[in-house]
């Protein structure tokens, strides 16, 4: 089946600091993956996401590339600011009909706390 | 302006009691879903509809039920037969063949 495994959190950074989240997966097929975060309070906004071995997805100062040798799509960002605060969700999706279409695998999510 | 709402954003469940969360679109996507989120966990996906009056079970569709009468709406009910109800719960949809999924601001359901 397919599984999406994330780095134990809390994760707690001062400003600035360099942030990396690592996520690994098992996969049936050949998945497309994806970074969601999570604000307080609200809903999941896709961050960034690759739809194949070694495209890299980007978005507000946030990167992750797709490995498929390692099957890692690790988070990273060179600088955190206090609005980074968030949860983060990794995630896989099967392009594959049947059953499993559109459905996202998640990750368990890892909190973020960025200090002044 | 396009989205998705979920209503309310709250909601609390006596025992035995139905209750129905509401999500509408206007996004004329062709997919919707249903998920739900506990503490420490990812989301798992409850129900799913790939197109109006079809729908399918996602991995803990036991105690729940959907239906999908019109293309902007799918409604969730948690039923008395689902014994831990309280999580936040969220919908999504997205295109037909499109990869990404776009999520409401979620409903929290608590029992009393």
């Known amino acids: 089946g397919n599984s999406v495994t994330q780095m134990e959190g809390p994760v707690t950074l001062s400003e600035e600091a360099f942030l990396t989240i690592n996520c690994t997966y098992t996969?049936?097929?050949?998945?497309?993956l994806f970074w969601y975060v999570q604000y307080p309070g609200e809903g999941l906004q896709l961050l960034l996401k690759?739809?194949?071995?070694?495209d890299k997805g980007s978005n507000k100062g946030f990167e992750a590339t797709y490995r498929k040798e390692t099957t890692s799509f690790h988070l990273e960002k060179g600088s955190v600011q206090v609005s980074d605060s968030a949860v983060y969700f990794c995630?896989?999706?099967?392009?594959?009909?049947?059953?499993?279409?559109?459905?996202?695998?998640f990750g368990q999510g890892t909190i973020l706390t960025v200090h002044p | 302006d396009g989205g998705i709402t979920q209503s309310p954003k709250y909601l609390f469940r006596k025992e035995g009691q139905n209750v129905t969360l509401s999500c509408e679109q206007n996004?004329?996507?062709?997919?919707m879903y249903w998920y739900r989120q506990d503490p420490g966990q990812g989301l798992r996906l409850i129900y799913y509809?790939?197109?109006?009056?079809?729908?399918q079970k996602g991995d803990i569709a036991e105690g729940y039920s959907v239906s999908r009468e019109k293309k902007e709406s799918f409604p969730l009910t948690v039923t008395s037969a689902q014994k831990n109800p309280t999580a936040f719960y969220l919908c999504?949809?997205?295109?037909?063949?499109?990869?990404?999924?776009?999520f409401g601001p979620g409903t929290r359901l608590l029992v009393l």
């Open positions: 999504a949809s997205s295109m037909s063949g499109s990869e990404t999924q776009y």
């Open positions: 996969a049936t097929g050949y998945p497309s």
């Open positions: 690759a739809t194949k071995a070694d």
């Open positions: 995630a896989l999706r099967v392009n594959a009909g049947g059953t499993s279409y559109g459905k996202l695998t």
């Open positions: 996004l004329n996507h062709d997919a």
């Open positions: 509809s790939q197109i109006v009056n079809d729908f």
